[in-house]
C-alpha cells in the first residue's frame, strides 16, 4: 500500500498495487462498529481520535509483524516442558498448551505481517485485502488464547485487537467504496 493516510475532508485514499480507492470515514466507522461490537458513537470517538501523522504504511506495519512473531516463535521453541514448570502454567493451560499457543500467535503474526508487505506490491488486488482481512480475523482469535491473557494485560490486548479492527475496517471500506 502506498498512500493511506492522506486523507482529505472524510475521505483517504488508499493505493494498494494499482488501484486506488477512496476510503470514506463513515464507512470505516460502521465498519469498525461491527468488528469490535462498540456503538456507533464509541466508534466515531476512537476513529476520529486516531492521529493521522501517527498513521504508517501497511509494509511498516507488516515488518514489524513479522519480526514480532519470529520473536514469540524463538520465545516459544525456548520453553522446556520436560526440565522446567513455568509459574504460568494451570490446570488449563499446561507448559505443552502454551508453547503452541505461542507458536500459533507467532505464526499468525508472520502470516498477516506478509500479507500486509503484499498490500504495498504492485501486484496486490482486492483479493490481496480480502486475505488481509481473513487473516486479521485469524490473529485476532489467536489473541484470545490463554497464554496471550497470561503474558499481556488487558489493556494491551486491547490496544492489539483494537489496532488489527480498526486496519481490518479500512480495507473493508476500501472493497466496499470501489
Given amino acids: 500500500m502506498k498512500i493511506y493516510k492522506s486523507i482529505i475532508g472524510a475521505i483517504a485514499t488508499l493505493v494498494v498495487g494499482g488501484g486506488v480507492y477512496s476510503v470514506r470515514q463513515a464507512d470505516v466507522v460502521n465498519n469498525f462498529a461491527a468488528n469490535t461490537g462498540m456503538t456507533q458513537e464509541q466508534a466515531q470517538k476512537y476513529v476520529s481520535g486516531i492521529d ?11 515488518a514489524s509483524l513479522v519480526s514480532d512473531g519470529n520473536l514469540a516463535n524463538d520465545e516459544a521453541s525456548k520453553i522446556d516442558c520436560e526440565n522446567y514448570q513455568y509459574e504460568w502454567e494451570t490446570k488449563t493451560l499446561t507448559c505443552i498448551e502454551g508453547k503452541r499457543q505461542l507458536s500459533a500467535v507467532g505464526q499468525g503474526e508472520i502470516t498477516l505481517g506478509k500479507v500486509y508487505e503484499k498490500l504495498n506490491s504492485d501486484s496486490a488486488t482486492k483479493d490481496t485485502m480480502t486475505e488481509a482481512i481473513n487473516d486479521i480475523d485469524a490473529l ?6 490463554e497464554v496471550i491473557k497470561v503474558m499481556l494485560d488487558v489493556a494491551a490486548i486491547n490496544d492489539i485487537t483494537q489496532t488489527n479492527a480498526y486496519n481490518k475496517s479500512i480495507l473493508q471500506a476500501a472493497i466496499q467504496g470501489k
Fill in 140 to 145: 485476532s482469535s489467536l489473541y484470545k488464547s
Fill in 52 to 62: 493521522q501523522s501517527s498513521l504508517t504504511t501497511f509494509d511498516k506495519v507488516g
